[in-house]
């Protein structure tokens, strides 16, 4: 990244090209406007104004106006095309804003009966506000670069007095300059303490282009706008999906990184679950016991009478199996309801059930849980 680059992202967003034009080479004169008439209505008595008072045609003209809704006038100003060289007008393609340096003032707060005094280079400007919004007029008298402090002074005291009853007077030190807006819908100026910001409707009233062209290249301007944004917007984009590419990639190293680890470290995790279950095992067969008189018991305590036992097993220490016969089915399946009840059984199964001469025969089997198993109190002498 280049030097010129760095300090010009330090500088943040620079402030939109607008040309200012010699306040010498325009004609300004205040026209009365219709009441409640319409921005539209307002450039079209512009327009007629313009040819009333102007020897050439509007066509012939680069010219802009300034009027405020609800003011009951309107400033115009125009100047002769030929008084610009094409390598002017070229200029005005590129830039946002083109229209006379004194409008820079236009849409600030000014109070009654105050006159802005604008220096140039080609001499003296006042802008002169009655009661009104819109300046009652605008004065310009050239200053020969020469020319001294007396000759500079008579100069103002001659503008003043042709502005009018002045009863306050800002007095710039330097002609206005664009800066940096807070909006992009506005333009922002200032001189000195006096700041000033336009609205982008009123400075499209204030830009002295031709209209048409002047449309054609907002247009353009706009496209190029949201072209640029849409490339911001790509970029932004892309180097989202970079960052989750690396990131996947990053993710990829430490998984490889967690599987290598848990693969070296695998025969180690087998010994020890190994030595974990055999010493679990022998803890089992050290610490436990079978108990199946323990079961028989609870089993047969809650026996109906017509279920007669003909043989048990035990699976594990914690189920007991029990083949055996009934007279009834309705009393084995009202023994398996009553045994599931009971606190000491996690579960009754009843299988191989077989019917013959009147005789059932069927498996019993109960799972119990092992806090009910405890060995039997020996009997006492």
């Keep these: 990244m280049s030097l010129s680059l760095i300090k010009s992202l330090k500088a943040g967003t620079p402030p939109p090209k607008?040309?200012?034009l010699s306040d010498a080479l325009f004609?300004?004169?205040?026209v009365p406007v219709a009441a409640g008439a319409t921005a539209a209505e307002v450039a079209a008595q512009a327009e007629l104004a313009l040819e009333s008072l102007s020897p050439f045609p509007p066509a012939q003209l680069y010219h802009g106006f300034h009027w405020v809704p609800g003011a009951?006038?309107?400033l115009v100003y125009a100047a002769y095309r030929r008084r610009f060289t094409s390598d002017q007008t070229a200029e005005w393609e590129q830039a946002e804003l083109v229209m006379p340096a004194f409008a820079a003032v236009l849409g600030?707060?000014?109070r009654p009966a105050t006159a802005v005094l604008i220096p140039s280079e080609e001499g003296l400007?006042?802008?002169y506000w009655d009661t009104s919004p819109v300046p009652a007029r605008v004065v310009?008298?050239?200053?020969?670069?020469?020319?001294?402090g007396t000759a500079r002074a008579t100069?103002?005291?001659e503008v003043l007095r042709l502005a009018g009853e002045t009863r306050h007077?800002?007095?710039?030190?330097?002609?206005p300059v664009a800066e940096v807006a807070g909006s992009e819908r506005e333009f922002a100026f200032r001189a000195g303490d006096l700041a000033v910001r336009i609205p982008g409707p009123v400075a499209a009233t204030l830009d002295v282009r031709d209209r048409t062209e002047l449309a054609a290249l907002r247009r353009a301007r706009a496209r190029d706008v949201i072209f640029w944004r849409s490339f911001l917007g790509c970029l932004a984009l892309i180097g989202l999906l970079l960052l989750g590419e690396f990131s996947l990639m990053g993710l990829a190293l430490w998984q490889k990184t967690r599987v290598t680890r848990a693969t070296a470290q695998q025969p180690v995790v087998e010994k020890i679950m190994t030595a974990q279950t055999i010493t679990t095992r022998v803890k089992e067969l050290s610490t436990r016991r079978l108990l199946p008189i323990e079961m028989i018991l609870m089993v047969g305590s809650k026996k109906p009478e017509a279920i007669t036992f003909l043989r048990t097993t035990t699976s594990g220490f914690y189920t007991l199996k029990v083949d055996a016969r009934s007279t009834s089915p309705a009393a084995v399946s009202a023994y398996q309801t009553l045994l599931t009840q009971q606190p000491f059984a996690e579960k009754v199964e009843i299988s191989d059930q077989r019917s013959r001469d009147g005789m059932m025969t069927f498996t019993l089997s109960v799972t119990f849980r092992p806090e009910a198993l405890k060995p039997a109190a020996p009997a006492t002498p």
């Design 125 to 127: 400007t006042a802008v």
């Design 18 to 20: 607008v040309m200012l």
């Design 169 to 175: 007077v800002v007095d710039l030190k330097a002609a």
């Design 140 to 148: 310009f008298r050239a200053i020969a670069p020469e020319a001294d």
């Design 72 to 74: 009951e006038r309107a």
């Design 108 to 110: 600030g707060e000014i």
């Design 155 to 157: 100069v103002r005291d």
């Design 27 to 30: 004609f300004v004169r205040a």
